[in-house]
């Protein structure tokens, strides 16, 4: 790691701070809550890295900051190591490398989300954590566009065909309980749910909550398998909450577990905020 630090030289300090925040201004700050809070600090990867100004507010929390991302020579911040990373390809690292990942707006731009989730399974330590922002589609504002358009919010047109490589569009958006199955089949246990900001948008369509929790419960009833009709009644609670109702963003917190040890279905396990 290098031998610079937040107080080393003042004028790069102040540079890095002002670099590009490619997620929203607010989604950035929750983020660096939440890695405010873990009891100790270790090594992390931060991807998609860009300029770097996620990864350097990480290293200032006392974070071992490694960024990845497709294009290093974007990154800015030298006195951090960014290494090619491709997040649509297994990742350049060895196993158990890392005890954080942190992901910001990024699974929705990949062209396999399973493999990815695998990879950061596969590079974390034991007890690690992931964490990771969406768009959460599933917000009322953006039901409502979706009603109307067929398209999702922050997903305002049809995806450019023409223009795959790199993938800046958003060709996978992906819901909460999309999220929760895949983090929990290969690997990890959701421990927290939250959110950066409350769209106006959604907040006029709110008096809809008591609707759509029995509708959920109508389209829900048929499972037959009991750890499943668990799970259900936590995500149904999810779903009807504040955060996935109101809320712009979808920022998971998820921890690597033992597969083999741990059952996938710990309702309990999810903090409230």
Same mark, same amino acid.
């Given at each position: 790691?290098s031998?610079?630090?937040?107080?080393g030289?003042?004028?790069?300090a102040?540079a890095y701070?002002?670099l590009?925040?490619?997620a929203?201004e607010k989604?950035h700050?929750?983020v660096?809550e939440?890695?405010g809070?873990? @009891?100790?600090r270790?090594p992390l #990867?931060e991807i998609?890295?860009? %300029?770097?100004?996620?990864?350097?507010?990480?290293?200032k #929390?006392g974070?071992e900051?490694?960024?990845?991302?497709?294009?290093p020579g974007?990154?800015?911040?030298?006195?951090?190591?960014?290494?090619?990373?491709?997040?649509?390809?297994p990742f350049?690292? @060895?196993?158990?490398?890392f005890?954080?990942?942190?992901?910001? %707006?990024g699974?929705?731009? #990949?062209q396999d989300q399973?493999?990815f989730v695998r990879e950061?399974?596969r590079?974390l330590?034991p007890n690690g954590?992931?964490v990771?922002s969406?768009?959460?589609?599933l917000?009322?504002?953006?039901?409502?566009k979706?009603?109307?358009?067929?398209?999702?919010s #922050?997903?305002?047109r049809p995806?450019?065909?023409?223009?795959?490589?790199p993938v800046?569009d958003?060709?996978h958006?992906v819901?909460?309980?999309q999220?929760?199955y895949?983090?929990h089949?290969?690997?990890f246990?959701?421990t927290e749910?939250?959110?950066?900001?409350f769209r106006r948008?959604?907040?006029?369509l709110?008096?809809?909550?008591?609707?759509i929790? !029995?509708?959920?419960?109508?389209t829900?009833r048929? %499972?037959?398998d @009991?750890?499943?009709?668990?799970a259900?009644?936590?995500?149904?609670?999810?779903?009807?909450?504040p955060r996935l109702? !109101?809320?712009?963003?979808l920022?998971?917190?998820?921890?690597?577990r033992?597969?083999?040890?741990?059952p996938?279905?710990?309702?309990?396990?999810?903090q %409230?905020?």
């Amino acid at each position: 790691m290098s031998s610079f630090n937040a107080q080393g030289d003042s004028a790069d300090a102040r540079a890095y701070d002002r670099l590009q925040i490619i997620a929203h201004e607010k989604t950035h700050s929750k983020v660096l809550e939440i890695f405010g809070r873990f @009891p100790f600090r270790g090594p992390l #990867l931060e991807i998609p890295a860009g %300029e770097g100004a996620l990864a350097w507010q990480l290293h200032k #929390l006392g974070y071992e900051v490694t960024g990845g991302d497709i294009d290093p020579g974007f990154f800015k911040v030298r006195p951090l190591k960014c290494i090619y990373l491709d997040m649509n390809r297994p990742f350049p690292l @060895p196993d158990g490398s890392f005890d954080f990942i942190s992901c910001v %707006e990024g699974i929705e731009h #990949l062209q396999d989300q399973f493999q990815f989730v695998r990879e950061c399974y596969r590079i974390l330590r034991p007890n690690g954590h992931l964490v990771m922002s969406t768009p959460n589609i599933l917000n009322l504002g953006s039901r409502l566009k979706f009603l109307f358009s067929g398209f999702y919010s #922050l997903i305002p047109r049809p995806i450019n065909e023409f223009s795959q490589v790199p993938v800046f569009d958003h060709i996978h958006p992906v819901t909460y309980y999309q999220l929760r199955y895949m983090l929990h089949t290969q690997g990890f246990q959701i421990t927290e749910i939250a959110t950066d900001i409350f769209r106006r948008s959604a907040a006029g369509l709110y008096w809809l909550k008591p609707a759509i929790r !029995l509708y959920s419960i109508r389209t829900m009833r048929k %499972e037959r398998d @009991p750890q499943q009709r668990a799970a259900n009644r936590e995500i149904r609670r999810i779903l009807a909450s504040p955060r996935l109702l !109101l809320g712009r963003t979808l920022i998971l917190v998820a921890r690597k577990r033992d597969r083999q040890a741990i059952p996938v279905v710990q309702a309990s396990a999810v903090q %409230e905020p």
